[in-house]
């Protein structure tokens, strides 16, 4: 029996071989359809809007018979992304700020408020921005308001609101315990703690949650739908409504005109360098924060 | 059966990256005894156990470079099986890694990888290397319960009887009683002893008083380089070393 | 001395309630979007039940009439369909990355799945309408000998399966890299090939984590809007094939809920359409990150 298993493991061996070759080709194949997906979508859209790609697009808003095809440029959707992603962004942060230091600095983390506070952040991280988009025309009629910047912010801050508080959460609850021992050993209390040891450890990381946030927010098309309106001008008051960059695509797409349509291929290109542009800072600085992780 | 289980290492050295962790050892370890690694933590007697059976290979950094000879061959020559090289040595690890399937499937999880399928031969199988690693008595009612039920020291009698039932020639041991209580330590010890009539065995200790107990022949590890190697007796009663010496009178740890 | 104690504690009371009050919010915003949703679903429901509503098709909102069936089924195929297409990819992909990528492929395959994860859905759409749609319609429908505009469920699936990836590929990741090597060196030191430790160990271990990480991407799935609404075709019918058009609940009312206000009962079927897919949206979500966490305080 013993020979049976060591000395003729020939055959066996090489199935087993197989095996191991089939099931490697295979997942780095899915690898492969993963990275392709990617590199389809990105080169489509830099392909499709080549011909649209001029300096005007960025520099002038809409002209007149700008939707048949003639003159003008994206720039009202680009200041008004800016301005909505900026502002929600603001409001959110001015909430999970507060919201966090708190369930970090007074809240032992197996409390039951707490569980239930970071329970509720995921169920509103899970909510659909359509959702949100819904809720947020509800509430903007219970106010008797218009689509406006200030809608759509609020909008946008609700949905941004989730994503900000958890992953500052998670990165505040790394922070080791023997840290706060030493500040609470030298007289600090648990305030000074947070904002003086704990928040500087961390910056770097909730410079992260906020540009997370914000990519997220820039990108939001379903929640701005009902609530920031759109408008060929430059937004310049919290009332007026506003243009976004997703809307600005998903308009011109559906419109018959080729030109139109080009044009929403190079405003899809303005969007994504904008998110690559945020993504590619968070990476940076994520990599700063954990040098020694690979992920 | 006679001349297996000899092992010997020529010109090893290991680098992580720009790290030498292990510089030019020379060892032979003799067959059917047990040979123990002493040496302070860092010192790279982990990473001595893990080229013996290729571990290495499997994290990214590691680089390998001189010759390993179990029985005549080079384990790092291109045409060698790794996964037949592991086979021929058993591996007891610091904490003990049941798999997440059951006490009989873990005994059997190795057989039956290099072809085995008859149950009644599976049985038999099972029952041997149980026994032999004096775990059968407390286990064999309730052979089909999830091995991670078992206490942490026969957890490590479990893995002890795993790694034999591949029919390995050399058994490696990385701390294997680190984790353990004195009881589950004597125990495991023990078996160690009576493995050694069958069994090459090379044991990673930084417990001296568990090398003096287990040793024939010691190898003392220092910062990368093999210091000193010999018989048990001669390397704690007449070092030859003035290093070797700091180490077992405590000087250095 | 007395004294300054005394303001530092006053002022960290005054600290605390506040904070208090703000960290409360998020319990109070859940809470409001699931009551008002409600709330304002009721008026429907008062004069026609709930299984009507939901099994009937027949959608006429002039007419008074709303089924909500073939909305429902809608989102259901798209989301099965999208679900079906990026399970075994992304399993396999965060198999291979956690277990054979070298390091240098790593580097590469780690940014291309957060770079998928933050691309905005609308753009997702785009490639949708500009590859996929077409690739459904002129290709892969005449194989199947059957016509289609390209616009369809199909379409939208697959669309779906790229969004969803990155969220399945990330968790699942981080679940096998949990796996401790020591067992893994154990199983490879019996004479096990890789692929034999993954099969026999490592999803052992990680499986759990891995279906949790699958129903975190369905749970997505089905909230996705813009980029489904723009490539499935939005026809209000029972869909027949994978070929035909849908109208998932997120079109629906992305499409109409901004200019609902007219038509008597409009307004509370749509709401009555939010509400259903919060329902089904978080009973999913929940489900895995409550699963999740459950595994995550086991091996942590």
Known sequence: MKDKITSNPGPGLQRRKRVEFVFRALMLTSSLVVSLSLILILVSIIWKSLPALKLSMITRTPGSGYYLGKEGGILNAIIGSLQLTLGATLIALLIALPAVIYLNTYLRSKSFLAEAIRFALDVLWGIPSIVYGAFGFLVMLFFHLRASLLAG???????????????????????????????????????????????????????????????RGLGDAASVLFTAGYTDRLTTSLLQPVATLPLAIFFQLNSPFPEVQQRAYASAAVLTLLILLISLITRSLSRKLSRHKIY | MESRGRLSLKNLNVYYGKNHVLKNVNLEIPEKKITVIIGPSGCGKTTLLKCLNRLLDEGEEARVEGQIIVDGQDIYAPEIDVTLIRKKMGLLSQKPQVLPMSIYDNVAFGPRLFGLKHRPQLDQLVEKYLKLAGLWDEVKDRLHEPASRLSIGQQQRLCLARGLAVEPEIILGDEPTSALDPQSSRNVEQQLLRLKQDYTIVLVTHILRQARRLADYVAFLYLGELVEFGPASEIFSNPKDPRTMAYITGEIS | MEKIRSSKIKKEKFQ???????????????????????????????????????????WQPVKGQFGLWPFILGTFWVTITAFALAVPVSILTSIYIAEYAPDQLKKILVPVIDL????????????????????????????????????????????????????????????????????????????????????????KKALPGIVAACVLGLSRAFGETIAVLMVVGNVPEIPRSLFSPAYPLPALLANNYGEMMSIPGYESALNLAAFLLLLIVLSFNLLARWYLTKLNRRTG
């Open chain 1, 153 to 215: 912010m609020i909008t946008v801050a609700l949905v941004e609101l989730p994503i900000l508080s958890r992953v500052m959460d998670e990165t505040i609850r790394l922070v080791p315990a023997e840290l706060k021992e030493t500040a609470f050993s030298l007289g600090a209390n648990r305030w000074q703690t947070t904002t003086r040891v704990v928040l500087r450890q961390v910056f770097p990381g909730l410079v992260t949650a906020v540009l997370i946030a914000l990519g």
């Open chain 3, 16 to 58: 605390r309630l506040v904070g208090a009050a703000f960290s409360l919010f998020p319990l109070f915003l859940a809470a409001n979007i699931f009551f008002i949703l409600l709330l304002k679903a009721f008026p429907l429901l008062t004069f026609k039940s709930l299984p009507s509503l939901i099994f009937s098709s027949a």
């Open chain 3, 116 to 203: 998928l994860a933050g691309l905005p859905s609308v753009i997702y759409g785009m490639w949708g309408v500009l590859l996929i749609v077409p690739l459904v319609g002129k290709y892969l429908a005449p194989l199947f000998d059957t016509y289609s505009s390209g616009y369809s469920i199909l379409a939208a699936g697959i669309v779906l399966a790229v969004m969803i990836l990155p969220t399945i590929i990330n968790v699942s990741v981080e679940v096998l890299n949990s796996v401790p090597m020591a067992l893994k060196e154990a199983a490879l030191s019996l004479g096990a090939t890789r692929f034999e430790v993954v099969r026999y160990v490592v999803l």
